[in-house]
């Protein structure tokens, strides 16, 4: 596309507003018949900004909508009028480079939240990108995590260390740091031995260590 700004009219605002390669949004001179005829003259309309994008106040083209008045991001104006209606599965307008102030037409482009999402990696812009180490202090390095993506498209890293020791924990294996137990390692303590620990000092543990040592000799009387 040349360099130069071009203007198109706004999807179903033809006639009245127009948005630019560069983009601004203009009102074109228009006269409004009512009980009186008035005339008004086109002009650069102001931007404001509402979470972090540039939008602007439009008039609504039904003069009977009970919204005479609606706020539009303006890289969702120039998105119609210069790249056409979205596709199905992407109708969100993404900034290439990830700065929602910067609406130039060569940076903006129909997607999705997963193409938004991979947008900010590239960027490294995206919060769970930006991160060096999971919650548990577990450094990412290439083979310590995998990438998991939402129903809503969304990704996020999993910290695998954290994860195996989980697993460890559920299946009530030792572990050491999160590291897998290596052979030759100290086998898990059976019943009867945890239970002689247990009756060092509890109560519980030493009537049911009595137990197991009259079974025993019960069944030493019967051989």
């Not at 129903?151 to 897998?180: A, D, F």
Request: with cysteine.
């Amino acid at each position: 596309m040349s360099d130069e700004e071009q203007w198109r009219a706004v999807p179903d605002f033809e006639g009245i507003y127009e948005v630019s390669t560069r983009g601004q949004v203009r009102s074109l001179d228009r006269v409004h018949r009512g009980q009186r005829t008035r005339f008004f003259k086109g002009k650069i309309l102001r931007q404001q900004t509402g979470r972090g994008y540039l939008t602007v106040m439009l008039r609504n083209a039904n003069p009977g909508a009970a919204i005479p008045m609606m706020q539009i991001g303006v890289h969702r104006l120039m998105a119609l009028a210069f790249l056409g209606p979205p596709q199905a599965g992407f109708d969100r307008v993404c900034h290439i480079n990830d700065v929602r102030t910067d609406n130039r037409i060569e940076n903006l482009t129909w997607g999705n939240a997963s193409i938004n999402g991979q947008h900010s990696v590239a960027n490294g812009r995206h919060y769970e990108a930006a991160k060096t180490h999971c919650e548990h202090g577990h450094e990412y390095v290439e083979g310590s995590h995998s990438v998991r993506t939402a129903k809503n498209g969304r990704t996020s890293r999993v910290c695998l260390v954290c994860k195996r020791i989980e697993t460890r924990k559920r299946r009530g294996r030792p572990h050491l740091n999160g590291e897998r137990i290596q052979p030759g390692a100290p086998r898990k303590a059976t019943i009867p031995e945890r239970l002689d620990a247990a009756a060092d000092g509890d109560q519980f543990g030493r009537v049911i260590n009595s137990l197991f040592t009259a079974m025993e000799h019960a069944i030493e009387e019967d051989q």
